[in-house]
């Protein structure tokens, strides 16, 4: 299983970026499916994250600017980043836990994908 993060890049201030993450693979199912964030000295951090069932969770400091969704037919998270901020450059990672069973005892395992470089300057 691999999950396979595009659409990093430069954008002003202000200005907006979308991020897309496949996974690919032998899957059963996909639980939980989110989008980290790791600054230059600093730590990881969750920015959003949504569950199967679309149900969302946002970051404080990006609410009402990024927007997650998901689509379950092409095992696909998104990220579209809104209102950008030159405090949101990082690297950002897309994470999931995969089934790749219908057993049961098969509660899937956690994934990441590589990091895509978001840069937000003038």
Known sequence: VQLQASGGGLV????SLRL???ASGSIFSINAMGWWR???GKQ???VAAITSGG???YADAVKGRFTISRDNAKNTV???MNSLKP???AVYYCDARI?????PADYGMHYWGKGTLVTVSS
């Open 12 to 15: 002003q201030p202000g200005g």
């Open 20 to 22: 897309s993450c496949a």
């Open 38 to 40: 790791q600054a230059p």
């Open 44 to 46: 990881r951090e969750l």
């Open 55 to 57: 149900s969302t969770n």
């Open 78 to 80: 998104y990220l579209q």
């Open 87 to 89: 405090e949101d450059t």
């Open 99 to 103: 089934r790749r069973t219908p057993n």
